[in-house]
């Protein structure tokens, strides 16, 4: 009997601090673990007693990639609470700000992230050699995603224009439509990019996932006061805590959430696209049909190409936004503290982001509920590398470890966020 083992003490690529621990007898997996080390971050203890106005902005400083799902997730869960009804035009330019998150978060992660594991080169920086259009692309893509963020949130990091209510300030008309061109070119940019990376060398690898995320009744998926599943769930939000449950495991400082009664789940881009393929503009779905990715995608690792086909729909969403709004309308509507709770979803990039929040009459926050993407794919993410690394054991441990990175990559976890990667250790017998 032999043992090998293998250590990496940081894995690339991703946001934030993890590690795998993966046990072989022969061919045969007898432990496999997938643990966030990171140490944890207490952002629900130290909203407790903070005025429910702040949570967007103390949110926001979770993650320095989709601080906007956080606000986001934040204002919808006070607004619940206050029973606030914004205009229109606020929530178009909630949406709008949105589109700026999607853009840049997809870009990083298709351009600086993902695609060097698929062209085999240790970054981006290695990979701008030899494709250096490729990387300018997206690159320019991620740079109009920022700019989105920094006219509408005041800022690309932590933005500090959304509030309980609506904006602070409302943009100038002359400022979006200054946009517009950088728009144009960045859809078809994004169009240009699923076609490329649609040419990568997949892995055979399809999961019986239930998918889900949130659900609007004519939108694909950013904003919605609903969620439905691939299994036939369809719940509002305050049903969450009835449904989905978290368990602390000792391996991971993130909390495991699942389904009660059923286990793992699956949120992200293949949950929106495979759960609202039919509300993608029909060019959009057209195009997916066309990349061979069908009207529900299984496999993971072509996640990258989903994603491409999102900030294209973020790209045209936002265009249809600056054509239509009134920037004149008040940028907030007033409101009054009261004692109560309130759920919010929404859909950051790497998936679906529940907070919850207990405030009293005052209008302080008593207690916080925050479930992030990456705590939620957790148990998925344990049950692809299970699955995966069958077939895969006679691999000398360099190539098997680069394979698993990859297909923990394809979920691009926020590590950080999930801590309310790779340390990979091998052990084979």
Same mark, same amino acid.
């Given at each position: 009997?032999?043992?090998?083992?293998?250590?990496?003490?940081?894995?690339?690529?991703?946001?934030?601090?993890?590690?795998?621990?993966?046990?072989?007898?022969?061919?045969?997996?007898?432990?496999?673990?997938?643990?966030?080390?990171?140490?944890?971050?207490?952002?629900?203890?130290?909203?407790?007693?903070?005025?429910?106005?702040?949570?967007?902005?103390?949110?926001?400083?979770?993650?320095?990639?989709?601080?906007?799902?956080?606000?986001?997730?934040?204002?919808?869960?006070?607004?619940?609470?206050?029973?606030?009804?914004?205009?229109?035009?606020?929530?178009?330019?909630?949406?709008?700000?949105?589109?700026?998150?999607?853009?840049?978060?997809?870009? !990083?992660?298709?351009?600086? &992230?993902?695609?060097?594991?698929?062209? #085999?080169? @240790?970054?981006? +920086?290695?990979? $701008?050699?030899?494709?250096?259009?490729?990387?300018?692309?997206?690159?320019?893509?991620?740079?109009?995603?920022?700019?989105?963020?920094?006219?509408?949130?005041?800022?690309?990091?932590?933005?500090?224009?959304?509030?309980?209510?609506?904006?602070?300030?409302?943009?100038?008309? !002359?400022?979006?439509?200054? &946009?517009?061109?950088?728009?144009?070119? #960045?859809? @078809?940019?994004? +169009?240009?990019? $699923?076609?490329?990376?649609?040419?990568?060398?997949?892995?055979?690898?399809?999961?019986?996932?239930?998918?889900?995320?949130?659900?609007?009744?004519?939108?694909?998926?950013?904003?919605?006061?609903?969620?439905?599943?691939?299994?036939?769930?369809?719940?509002?939000?305050?049903?969450?805590?009835?449904?989905?449950?978290?368990?602390?495991?000792?391996?991971?400082?993130?909390?495991?959430?699942?389904?009660?009664?059923?286990?793992?789940?699956?949120?992200?881009?293949?949950?929106?696209?495979?759960?609202?393929?039919?509300?993608?503009?029909?060019?959009?779905?057209?195009?997916?049909?066309?990349?061979?990715?069908?009207?529900?995608?299984?496999?993971?690792?072509?996640?990258?190409?989903?994603?491409?086909?999102?900030?294209?729909?973020?790209?045209?969403?936002?265009?249809?936004?600056?054509?239509?709004?009134?920037?004149?309308?008040?940028?907030?509507?007033?409101?009054?503290?009261?004692?109560?709770?309130?759920?919010?979803?929404?859909?950051?990039?790497?998936?679906?982001?529940?907070?919850?929040?207990?405030?009293?009459?005052?209008?302080?926050?008593?207690?916080?509920?925050?479930?992030?993407?990456?705590?939620?794919?957790?148990?998925?993410?344990?049950?692809?590398?299970?699955?995966?690394?069958?077939?895969?054991?006679?691999?000398?441990?360099?190539?098997?470890?680069?394979?698993?990175?990859?297909?923990?990559?394809?979920?691009?976890?926020?590590?950080?966020?999930?801590?309310?990667?790779?340390?990979?250790?091998?052990?084979?017998?």
């Amino acid at each position: 009997m032999s043992e090998r083992e293998i250590a990496v003490d940081y894995l690339a690529r991703v946001e934030g601090e993890g590690a795998m621990y993966l046990s072989l007898d022969g061919d045969t997996v007898t432990d496999l673990q997938f643990s966030i080390f990171e140490p944890p971050r207490f952002f629900e203890a130290f909203l407790q007693g903070r005025r429910l106005d702040e949570a967007p902005d103390l949110t926001s400083r979770i993650c320095g990639i989709c601080p906007v799902a956080y606000q986001m997730s934040a204002i919808n869960a006070m607004e619940d609470v206050l029973d606030i009804h914004v205009t229109n035009d606020i929530r178009d330019l909630r949406l709008l700000l949105y589109c700026g998150e999607w853009i840049e978060s997809h870009a !990083l992660h298709v351009y600086m &992230l993902h695609t060097p594991d698929f062209l #085999g080169y @240790e970054s981006s +920086i290695h990979m $701008a050699a030899d494709h250096p259009t490729e990387v300018k692309r997206g690159l320019r893509i991620k740079k109009i995603g920022n700019g989105l963020m920094t006219l509408l949130g005041g800022r690309e990091v932590h933005p500090i224009n959304a509030k309980v209510g609506g904006f602070y300030k409302m943009p100038a008309r !002359l400022d979006l439509e200054a &946009l517009v061109p950088g728009l144009q070119w #960045g859809l @078809e940019a994004a +169009i240009d990019s $699923a076609r490329w990376v649609s040419n990568f060398d997949f892995p055979d690898f399809e999961r019986d996932y239930e998918f889900v995320s949130a659900d609007h009744p004519t939108e694909y998926p950013i904003l919605g006061s609903r969620l439905v599943s691939s299994a036939g769930l369809d719940i509002a939000a305050s049903e969450w805590n009835n449904v989905f449950e978290e368990r602390h495991v000792a391996h991971s400082n993130a909390l495991h959430a699942m389904i009660r009664q059923r286990g793992a789940y699956h949120v992200g881009p293949l949950a929106r696209y495979s759960l609202h393929f039919e509300k993608l503009p029909d060019h959009l779905q057209e195009l997916a049909i066309e990349l061979g990715v069908g009207t529900e995608c299984r496999n993971p690792f072509k996640s990258i190409i989903v994603r491409c086909l999102e900030m294209a729909y973020a790209f045209e969403t936002a265009l249809n936004i600056i054509e239509r709004i009134d920037v004149t309308t008040p940028p907030a509507v007033p409101y009054e503290a009261v004692a109560g709770v309130g759920h919010g979803l929404s859909e950051a990039p790497r998936g679906l982001l529940y907070h919850r929040y207990e405030i009293d009459a005052d209008g302080l926050i008593v207690n916080a509920q925050l479930t992030p993407p990456t705590a939620q794919n957790q148990l998925s993410i344990e049950a692809d590398l299970r699955d995966f690394v069958v077939g895969r054991t006679h691999l000398p441990d360099e190539d098997l470890k680069w394979q698993l990175e990859q297909a923990i990559r394809s979920y691009d976890p926020c590590i950080s966020c999930a801590t309310h990667f790779l340390d990979l250790t091998v052990h084979r017998s």
